[in-house]
């Protein structure tokens, strides 16, 4: 009880001080502060920095034409400008209006292109560059747009005549100062890491006195100290962060050297822990494991990012700071949580998967989490985050941790994680050709008195991955049978496997590319439900998952093994 009532005070806690950055905000954007954001406007853009991210020459194509697929939604405006469009979704709205889709015109490399953007652009202007409100001037939007209308700008300048040369550097201007305004306001996060990025380019990228670059230089070090974790994790403990960053911070380091700037030593140590951080999550096959908040992966982007990576040799195995293990033996690779819920004010897309895993073999993901719908709709984001959605074990149905709150409450500050574990332990077990972990959490001790604690092992030269879940009370009792104690191991399977059952107690996972490999457990039968895996590029997928249910009162441990069979078409070793 004490725990939910310490839960409940961090949560109003939250609220208030959300409540409190949003007022002052909103009092940055009024009429009262505007006056500040005028000011010189600067003579020209000294350099353009590099990007990143990828672009297609096609989708140039498909905007000139009026048709807009941006955050997985598809917007036809029929001869209007797209930013009077009043759309409903918000994820689109903010992918417009942050405009890094201006790199597909750049990439089309066509003066019909630069035209194009050039009149988007004159267009934003016009209809939102006089009013800080709306969408368009979140100011993680705004972060968003500064960084890729100074990337973009000789796309977006070539050919411009004086007049239009000119509204577009005070109109950056403008959102520049504004953004310096608020970056203090701004919720703990990648949104105000990005915000100091923006800044940071904006000092290099523009005349400015040499104070304003050493000031931009010293916030981002400062905020890269706070986010940017010893193992080079992001705090959020979600791996879509730390690409999402990758991604900027790169191309800001090589701005610095371009313009034979210095970078801070924040910075380059930044970037030199996230690029292994960022192999930590990846399984061979490309694709980041799908742990707090990540959903599909683009495979070209992690590739994009790689090829700035100097690092050598295998990734790491272990991630303390982040809360995270990784077993790599063969072309098997096994990727776990085993941290703590990051802080409350950055649980808004975290999960409740203590102890859950993924499993990968080759070039195809055998046994995984659920994911999350990217560009999907809200509704779904419960579910995905729900410990049922993980490869884990849940007691009576139950999340070891609790996200769903008041709607007054989401409204304020979304929807934090809360009442989650409060202790993991984690031990590495590696030696003799093996690696393993084991791992504890007490997510279920406030509510049902008991420990998740889970061995997994693998061995074989990666051919064998053996389990082992325990649930016990404080001190190692077996718990009691009081009608709460009904257990489910979950194994969520990647729906493009077929699944047989070849005995009572086996069953045979099989992928496209022809491995094979079987789960076994002779303490319960294991037994097939229905799962959504929602981390599909095309949106959710029905898929299915094998359930081991028991009391654990009855049958306090049980051990299961994935044991890898020949390949299809094979004949068996040995």
């Not at 502060?33 to 350099?47: D, F, N």
Request: proline residues 6%; positive net charge; contains cysteine.
């Amino acid at each position: 009880m004490a725990s939910a009532a310490g839960s409940t005070t961090r949560l109003w806690s939250l609220v208030a001080r959300e409540f409190w950055r949003r007022s002052r905000q909103h009092l940055r954007a009024g009429p009262a502060y505007r006056w500040r954001y005028s000011g010189r406007t600067p003579e020209r853009v000294l350099i353009a920095p590099p990007d990143l991210r990828l672009a297609d020459p096609q989708i140039a194509l498909e905007i000139y034409y009026g048709r807009f697929p941006l955050a997985g939604h598809l917007v036809e405006t029929g001869g209007t400008s797209p930013f009077q469009i009043d759309a409903q979704n918000r994820g689109w709205l903010k992918s417009l209006h942050g405009f890094r889709w201006l790199r597909h015109m750049r990439a089309a490399g066509t003066e019909l292109a630069a035209a194009n953007a050039r009149a988007l652009v004159s267009d934003w202007i016009a209809i939102h560059g006089r009013r800080i409100s709306g969408v368009a001037w979140e100011p993680g939007t705004t972060s968003k747009r500064i960084i890729a209308w100074l990337q973009h700008s000789s796309v977006v300048l070539q050919g411009a005549e004086f007049q239009f040369y000119r509204a577009f550097l005070k109109s950056l201007a403008i959102q520049i100062r504004y953004l310096r305004s608020v970056v203090r306001e701004m919720p703990n996060g990648k949104d105000r890491l990005r915000a100091r990025i923006a800044l940071c380019f904006a000092a290099l990228s523009l005349p400015v006195p040499a104070s304003a670059l050493r000031g931009a230089t010293r916030n981002l070090a400062e905020e890269l100290d706070r986010q940017i974790l010893p193992d080079g994790g992001h705090v959020s403990r979600n791996p879509l962060n730390v690409m999402e960053l990758l991604s900027d911070l790169l191309p800001l380091r090589y701005t610095y050297a371009n313009q034979a700037e210095t970078p801070p030593a924040s910075l380059m140590n930044a970037v030199d822990r996230m690029l292994p951080a960022l192999r930590f999550f990846r399984h061979q096959n490309g694709a980041l494991a799908r742990f707090n908040g990540m959903g599909a992966t683009i495979h070209d982007r992690i590739a994009a990012i790689l090829r700035h990576d100097d690092t050598a040799g295998a990734p790491l195995l272990h991630a303390p700071y982040s809360g995270y293990e990784r077993l790599s033996l063969g072309d098997t690779t096994v990727i776990a949580d085993t941290g703590l819920p990051p802080p409350i004010d950055l649980s808004n897309a975290a999960h409740a998967g203590c102890l859950s895993f993924e499993m990968s073999s080759g070039r195809h993901d055998f046994i995984v989490n659920c994911g999350v719908d990217t560009w999907g709709a809200a509704d779904f984001r419960p579910l995905a985050r729900a410990t049922a959605a993980h490869s884990t074990a849940t007691l009576n149905d139950t999340s070891s941790a609790r996200f769903n709150h008041p709607l007054k409450v989401n409204d304020t500050a979304g929807a934090p994680l809360i009442g989650g574990p409060r202790n993991v332990e984690c031990e590495r077990r590696d030696g003799g050709g093996v690696q393993g972990f084991v791992a504890t959490h007490d997510g279920y001790l406030s509510r049902f008195g008991l420990f998740h604690e889970r061995e997994l092992t693998l061995s074989q030269g990666g051919s064998v991955l053996a389990g082992r879940d325990r649930f016990m009370r404080a001190g190692g009792g077996a718990p009691r049978s009081n009608g709460r104690d009904l257990v489910s191991v979950r194994f969520h399977l990647h729906p493009e496997l077929e699944l047989t059952r070849e005995a009572r107690d086996r069953f045979v996972l099989a992928a496209p590319n022809g491995h094979r490999w079987e789960l076994s457990c002779r303490q319960v039968l294991p037994d097939i439900e229905e799962s959504i895996y929602f981390a599909g590029l095309a949106g959710p997928r029905r898929s299915r998952q094998i359930v081991l249910t028991f009391k654990a009162s009855e049958t306090p441990e049980i051990r299961w093994q994935l044991s890898r069979l020949p390949a299809s078409g094979q004949p068996p070793r040995g």
